[in-house]
C-alpha cells in the first residue's frame, strides 16, 4: 500500500513537469515567433522605384505592391530617388544620395537594383559611358560586402518610349547601349539575378503616360516580375493558349514546344515517341525541342511536371501550318460568301484544322467602358482554340484562308492548319512593331500622334474619334493605333512555327500609296525579323476593284510590291465590286493565293499568274508591251482590250487601240506620235480584261 501511494505521488510530480516544460516550449515558441527576423529586401532605384507620378505613391508604388505580394514575412524597402544615376560622373549620382547609405543600413537580405534610365541623357552617356559597367559592378561589391550578404538582383530597365523629347536626339540609342551593359554586368557578376522589366511592359505604353513613368498598373508589372523573381513563384505549368486539341505543327522543322513553370518544376514533354526535358529558367520559361518530322497525326502530346497537373492533348498533328492576316476582307466569314451553303456543305475538308483569333471589341458607335478595358494587349482576342468540323468556328472563320487552306491539303496531301488574326478596318501600321516603328521619324510621328495624324487615312481616323467620342485625351490604346495589333495579334505567336503567311490588307491604307509602300516592306522586314525567319514565304492578295479615289494607283504599287524576296501576289480585280468593299468570292481569291503558293513555295509546276508586266519598247508611234506569264495572251471575253491607255511624255493619257501578236500587246492612239507611257486597269473599278491560257487576269500595271 505504502508503496502505491509512492507510485501516486511520483506520477503527480512528472505529469506537473511535463506540463511545465509543454509551456515552457510554448512560450518559447511564441517568443522565437514573435522576433523572428523577416527577410529584407532593398529597392534600390530611380524615379520609377520611387513611384514618381502614381497617385498615393506609398500605397502603389512597386516596392509597396511588392510588400503586399510578399507577405508579413517580408520587409520591402523603398530606396528610390528621382532622377538618380547609376554613373558617378552622372548629373545626379545615386552613390551620393542620402538612400543609397540607408539602403546599406536598413541590411538587407536581398537587393534589387533598377537604374540606368537617367543614364541615357546625353549629359551623362556619351562621354561616361565606358564607365558604366565597373560602377555598376562596384555597387553590386558594396552590396555584397555588407554583413547580411544579400542577394543582388539588378534589371533590364523599363521602357523609355518615343514620345519622349529626347527620344530622336540619341536617347534611343543610348537607351539600347545601356541595356546591353545591364546583361553585361548580368553575366560579370557571377550569382546576380537578371529581372526583364522592359518586355513585359514594352507592349502597353499605355502605362507611361509620360513615356518614362509608369502608371500603379505598370509597377503592378514591375511587383509581380520581381516577386516571382524573388520567391521562383512563376505560377502552375502553362503553355500557350494557341495549344490545344486538333492543333497542327509544323512539318520538316524542329518541333518546339514551350511554355511557363517555377524554376523547380522540371518539366517533361513527350510527342509522337520521343521524349525530352527541360527545367525552366530562372524568368520561368522552359523549351523542349524535337528533331523536324514528317506530315502525320494524331499524336499525343503531353507537358508534365513535377508540382503541377500535366497538361495532355490527345490529337494533336504534323503539317504544313500558315498564317492569315490583314483586315476585312481577310476575316470576311465562309457563311458571308458566294455559295456558302454549298460550301459548308460539300467542301469542308477533314485534313485543314482552323485556329481563330477574334477581336471582343470592334464596332461603331462609342466604346463603353467594358469594351475600353478589352483594349489591351492582353485582353483583346478571343481564342476560338483549333477544329476541323466546328460548325460555328466554321462558319465564322476567314473565307479566304479556308479556301487557301482547302486548296493546299488538296494537293499536300497532309494535314494544313491556319491561324486567322485580321481584324476589319485595320490599317497596315497596327500589325507593325514598336521595336520597327521607332526606327524611322515618320512612323514615329505616326506613334506620338495617332488622333487625326494627316498620315493616317481619313475613315480609320474618323472611327477611332467615333470610337473615343471625340476625346483625343483619353489614355487608351485604339485598336487601330500603330503597334497595337502586334502587341495583341503578332506578337504572341512568335513562339509558334508557321511555314509562311497570307495577307490581304490595304483598303485602310489605300489614300497614301507611296507610305503603304513603305509601311509594308516594314512590315515584311518586321515579322520576318519576330519570327526568326529571314525568308519566311509571304503572299498577299491584291486589292480587288471598288469606284474610290486611288485604288488604280494603289494596285500597281502592290504589283511592285510583288517582287520583294519570297512574296508573291494573287490578283483579285476581276472580282470586285463598284460599291462594295467586300467583294463576295472568296473562293476564288482563295484558290488563287493556293496557286501563288503551291508553284513558288512547293515547287509545283503549275501556272500561277495572269499576264505579268515585263518592258515597254517604243517603236515609232506604238508601244510594244511584253510580259512574263504570256502564254495565250487574249481577253477573258473575246473582245478588245479594255481600260488601256498611253500618254506621251505630257502624260496626257488617251484610250489606246490594242492589239496582240505573239503574245505581245501592240497599242497605238491618235494623235500620240511619240508614245513613252502606258497603263492598264488603271480604273478604280477596272473592267480590264487581258489574261492567258490559264485564265487567270493580269495585274494593273503601268511603266510610270
Known sequence: MVANKNKSIVDVAVGIMLTWLVWVLIGVGTISSAFAQKVKVACVGNSVTYGYGIENREE?????????????????????????????????????????????????????????????????WPEHKEEFVGDYLEMIGQYRALPSQPKV????????FSGHHWFEEGMRENFIEIQA?????????????????????????????????????????IAQKVYSAITGDHGELKVSKLYGEQMVLQRHEPIRISGTASPDDMVTVAFN???????????????????????????TLSISSEHSEAIVFKEVYVGEVWLASGQSNMDFKMHQMASAETVLRDSINDQVFVHSMDPKVLKSGVFSKEDLALCNAADYFEYSGWTNNAPEVLKNFSAVAYAYAYNLQKELQV???????????????????????????????????????????????????????????????????????????????TGYNFKGVIWYQGESNAEHTELHSRLFRMLLDDWRSHFNDP????????????ERPHWGTFRDSQRKLAALSHSGMAVSSDVGHPT?????????????????????????????????????????????????????????????????????SDKVFVEAEASIKNNTLILKADGIEHPRYVRYGYSSFTHGNLTNDSGLPASTFSNE
Not at 539602403?103 to 551623362?124: C, E, R, T, Y
Open 60 to 124: 502603389f508604388s512597386y516596392p509597396a505592391q511588392l510588400q503586399k505580394m510578399l507577405g508579413a514575412d517580408y520587409e520591402v524597402g523603398n530606396f528610390g530617388y528621382s532622377g538618380a544615376t547609376m554613373l558617378k560622373n552622372g548629373h545626379k549620382p545615386y552613390w551620393e544620395k542620402e538612400v543609397f547609405e540607408a539602403s546599406k543600413a536598413f541590411d538587407p537580405d536581398i537587393v534589387v537594383i533598377h537604374l540606368g534610365l537617367n543614364d541615357q541623357g546625353n549629359n551623362n
Open 273 to 299: 515517341g520521343s521524349k525530352g526535358s527541360a527545367t525552366p529558367q530562372p524568368n520561368g520559361t522552359w523549351e523542349v525541342v524535337f528533331p523536324a518530322m514528317e506530315a502525320g497525326g494524331p499524336y
Open 535 to 546: 525568308e519566311m514565304p509571304w503572299y498577299f492578295v491584291q486589292l480587288s476593284s471598288i
Open 580 to 648: 462594295d468593299v467586300h467583294p463576295k468570292q472568296k473562293w476564288i481569291v482563295g484558290s488563287r493565293l493556293a496557286r501563288v503558293v503551291l508553284a513558288n513555295t512547293y515547287n509545283f509546276t503549275m501556272e500561277f499568274s495572269g499576264p505579268l508586266f515585263d518592258f515597254v519598247n517604243v517603236i515609232g508611234d506604238r508601244l510594244e508591251v511584253h510580259f512574263t506569264h504570256a502564254n495565250g495572251l487574249s481577253t477573258t471575253d473575246g473582245q478588245p482590250v479594255k481600260d488601256i491607255y498611253i500618254a506621251g
Open 153 to 160: 538582383f539588378i534589371c533590364r530597365m523599363t521602357p523609355t
Open 415 to 493: 494535314p494544313v492548319g491556319v491561324i486567322c488574326n485580321a481584324v476589319g478596318g485595320a490599317p497596315t501600321q497596327a500589325f507593325i512593331s514598336r521595336e520597327r516603328m521607332e526606327t524611322a521619324h515618320e512612323t514615329i510621328s505616326m506613334l506620338n500622334d495617332s488622333w487625326m495624324n494627316p498620315l493616317t487615312d481619313s475613315w480609320v481616323a474618323q472611327r477611332k474619334s467615333e470610337n473615343f467620342n471625340g476625346d483625343k485625351y483619353l489614355k487608351n490604346r485604339h485598336p487601330y493605333d500603330p503597334t497595337f495589333l502586334f502587341d495583341a495579334g503578332v506578337y504572341p505567336l
Open 181 to 221: 551593359k545591364i546583361e553585361a554586368v548580368a553575366a560579370a557578376a557571377a550569382g546576380v539575378g537578371l529581372i526583364d522589366l522592359h518586355d513585359p511592359l514594352y507592349r502597353y505604353p499605355e502605362y507611361f503616360p509620360d513615356q518614362l513613368h509608369p502608371t500603379r498598373k505598370g509597377a503592378a508589372v
